[in-house]
């Protein structure tokens, strides 16, 4: 299994960029795929996720501005960003937690990370 990201580049502030993540392997059964952020010196922050029932869960620095999508037949997850500000610079990384079945802890799946840079 790899998680394969892309996406990411340059963008003014204000401006859109979407993210994509592909699975190129199998998982058999996903409990949820998200998106996660890092800047240098900070810990990885969990930036929006989607949950298999399809809920999602967004941080408050992106409610309103980013949508996580996905699709988990083709073990797809997006992020459209917009309205983009010069904070939201860093790494992006996506995720996905694989339900291993009962009793049996989450493995979770790290995609290798785009860099989005936001200038003003």
């Known amino acids: 299994v790899q998680l394969q990201a892309s996406g990411g580049g340059l963008v003014q502030t204000g401006g859109s960029l979407g993210l994509s993540c592909v699975n190129t392997g199998t998982i058999a059964r996903i409990n949820r795929m998200g998106w996660y952020r890092q800047t240098p010196g900070k810990e990885r922050e969990l930036v929006a996720r989607?949950?298999?029932?399809?809920?999602?869960n967004y941080a408050d620095f992106v409610k309103g501005r980013f949508t996580i999508s996905g699709d988990s037949a083709q073990n797809t997850v997006y992020l459209q960003m917009s309205s983009l500000r010069s904070e939201d610079t860093a790494v992006y990384y996506c995720?996905?937690?694989?339900?291993?079945?009962?009793?049996?802890?989450?493995?979770?799946?790290w995609g290798q990370g785009t860099q989005v840079t936001v200038s003003s």
């Open positions: 989607i949950n298999s029932d399809g809920s999602t």
């Open positions: 995720r996905t937690n694989e339900d291993r079945g009962a009793g049996k802890a989450e493995y979770v799946y």
